[in-house]
């Protein structure tokens, strides 16, 4: 069984959906590959324990703490190659950004183009922050939740982006 609560944010609904063991996603509303892989029949609409965390974890976020996604159990998805795009986000720190080419090279991949596209298919919004990725062109770049979600968060960080 999986639960599915709403959380309003500063940067729209977000949904959240998880089981009784692990958080399978964060989208907000609207976004490209909201709920991927999730049937709406799976859904029941109430909250347990680890959607109450990931609430307190996007409270605290959204207060501009910098708080550890550690303490939330993500469910295991994606492919082997989205798994590794997935874990070097990750690793991003706060307040900080990196190229699709960086992560590319990172783990071996001759493509930035794929690890745009798995990038984008991140199912964990903001908790895993594919929003610190960049194009090399140093602009703000594409984003699943859309370029105003992004520049929003960005900011939150202290990364400006005044550019268009």
Not at 37 to 51: A, F
Not at 140 to 148: H, L, P, T, V, W
Request: aromatic share 10%; net charge neutral.
């Amino acid at each position: 069984m999986l639960y599915r609560q709403y959380y309003l944010s500063p940067i729209g609904r977000l949904c959240l959906v998880a089981s009784d063991q692990a958080l399978y996603g964060v989208w907000l509303e609207g976004q490209k590959h909201f709920q991927a892989g999730i049937k709406e029949e799976e859904l029941v609409d109430t909250s347990n324990s680890i959607l109450k965390k990931t609430k307190h974890w996007l409270e605290a976020y959204f207060k501009g703490d910098n708080p550890s996604p550690d303490i939330l159990p993500l469910a295991d998805r994606g492919t082997d190659f989205q798994q590794k795009v997935w874990s070097v986000l990750g690793e991003i720190p706060y307040g900080r950004t990196i190229s699709y080419g960086q992560i590319s090279q990172q783990i071996s991949c001759k493509s930035a183009q794929a690890v745009g596209t798995a990038v984008g298919k991140n199912p964990w919004l903001i908790l895993i922050p594919c929003h610190r990725v960049l194009p090399s062109s140093g602009h703000i770049g594409n984003y699943a939740a859309g370029e105003d979600a992004k520049r929003f968060l960005l900011h939150l960080e202290g990364i400006r982006f005044d550019n268009p």
